[in-house]
């Protein structure tokens, strides 16, 4: 077993949901209609998309270091007494 790291792009999209992209791996898109969801779904095309290029004999991407940067995300709320 080899861990890999790669970072991820969530966007949220006009329509709803979060469009994934995993600029290190060009192919590798998908969608979740929660941000939750998206993380799943990136997780899950990234290995698909590993296994896939081993399965061809293909070197696979190179990963990313970890590391101690603090992961940001943005937040929004809605104030009910604002």
């Known amino acids: 077993m080899k861990m890999i790291r790669y ?3 969530f966007e949220p999209l ?3 949901g ?3 992209v995993v600029p ?3 192919g590798v898109i998908t969608y979740g209609k929660t941000l939750r969801e ?5 997780k899950e095309a990234i ?7 081993l399965k061809d004999g293909q070197p696979l991407p190179e990963g990313e270091e970890p590391s101690e940067e603090p ?3 943005k937040v929004s709320v809605l104030l009910k007494s604002a």
């Open 7 to 9: 970072t991820v792009y």
């Open 14 to 16: 006009k329509e709803g």
């Open 18 to 20: 979060y469009g994934v």
């Open 24 to 26: 290190s791996l060009p």
């Open 38 to 42: 998206a993380r799943k779904m990136a």
């Open 47 to 53: 290995e698909c998309h590993l296994e896939g290029l």
């Open 71 to 73: 992961i940001r995300e």
